[in-house]
């Protein structure tokens, strides 16, 4: 297991990375994966705050995703089976205004396993993601991301549940990023070595982990108080740098995550998406949220790490408060996440 260290006076830094996170996905959350822009504000208008999702969903191409249990063992669709193959079908048809993604679920999964052992455990957790993902009813999301799909295939057939990760390259594998560096603070080489471990039991993929070290590294920044920018500037430079941010300024959000890079879920084109609109709306997370949601696409997954950044960049004072208080479930995750950082 690896052990914690203690910064208590980065609280509100460290309460707003974790609630930030949550926020940023759920705000997206009726509208994710749009692609077609005008569809999203014909559907939503301009998404301020926390909406239910609407059936039909314009963009859907949940008819096209395929998973079939091989066994008891990788039933993790359980009665949402018969919406897949369906077309029209909203990804999270079932969740309410505020509620979490399955992958933001699995973080409080994860920040449970956190708070339970004081410690990250690999070993606690992936009971835990096992019990909570076969288990019906642990959750009413219609979606289940394609790394969750090959996990529980390669666990359906006998395979040891730290060898069941599948070749992954998405923004999703960063879902739960925010939550170990607030529980890890300021020690950088845990929080390091426990995303590595984390993320290696369901992504076997260079580009996510990649991708994950240097949201560890700017988040340290942040926390050592570097500006945000200058961080991102620093640890980001593979995915985004001063020359892009000059470039990609002169456009607007709209041609920049959509024509210089792609809104889909590609961890090469979101992780860069996901830093430019943090760079962009560094004091502003009001703003780097709503724009993240109504540019469509994967905005869940980027909004869990455009929430994290700029939340750990402004702390959970500088949030606006509606974003606290109205996310599903809301006291139950405050408290969760006191505790979490009280490990830190």
């Keep these: 297991m690896i052990q914690m260290s203690l910064t208590a006076n980065l609280s509100d830094a460290l309460m707003g990375m974790t ?19 005008s569809a999203l504000h014909r559907d939503y208008g301009l998404v301020r705050d926390y909406m239910a999702p609407r059936s039909p969903h314009a963009d859907s191409i949940l008819w096209r995703s395929e998973y079939t249990a091989l066994n008891d063992r990788g039933n993790i669709l359980h009665d949402q089976a018969r919406y897949w193959g369906q077309p029209g079908i909203h990804y999270h ?20 396993s956190l708070n339970a052992c004081s410690a990250y455990d690999a070993d606690d957790y992936l009971q ?6 076969l288990t019906p009813g642990n959750h009413r999301d219609t979606y289940v991301e394609e790394y969750h799909r090959k996990f529980f295939t390669a666990y359906s057939r006998g395979v040891s549940p730290h060898k069941c990760a599948g ?3 998405h923004i999703g594998g960063l879902a739960h990023v925010g939550v170990l560096c607030a529980f890890f603070g300021s020690d950088l080489p845990a ?16 580009e996510v982990l990649a991708a994950a070290d240097a949201m560890v590294k700017i988040v340290a920044e942040v926390l050592a108080d570097m500006p945000i920018r200058e961080a991102i500037f620093t640890h980001g430079t593979a995915w985004f740098s001063k020359r892009k941010a000059e470039e990609w300024s002169k456009d607007t959000d709209a041609v920049v995550v959509g024509r210089r890079v792609s809104p889909a879920c590609y961890i090469a084109e979101a992780f860069p998406a996901s830093l430019y609109l943090a760079w962009k709306y560094a004091e502003d997370f009001e703003a780097g949220v709503i724009a993240n949601t109504n540019l469509g696409g994967d905005n869940c997954h980027r909004g869990a790490v455009i929430g994290s950044l700029i939340g750990c960049a402004v702390g959970v004072s500088r949030i606006p408060q509606r974003y606290v208080d109205q996310i599903d479930d809301a006291a139950r995750l405050k408290d969760q996440t006191e505790s979490l950082i009280s490990h830190s």
């Design 167 to 169: 070749t992954d390259i």
């Design 93 to 112: 048809q079932f969740l309410r205004a505020g509620e979490n993604t399955l992958n933001l679920q699995l973080a409080k999964v994860l920040m449970h």
């Design 19 to 37: 609630m930030g996170g949550f926020i940023g996905d759920a705000l997206a959350m009726p509208v994710h994966w749009y692609y077609d822009r």
């Design 128 to 133: 835990r993601y096992i019990d909570f993902m």
């Design 191 to 206: 929080a390091r070595a426990a995303v590595r471990q984390h993320i290696t039991l369901t992504h076997r993929s260079p």
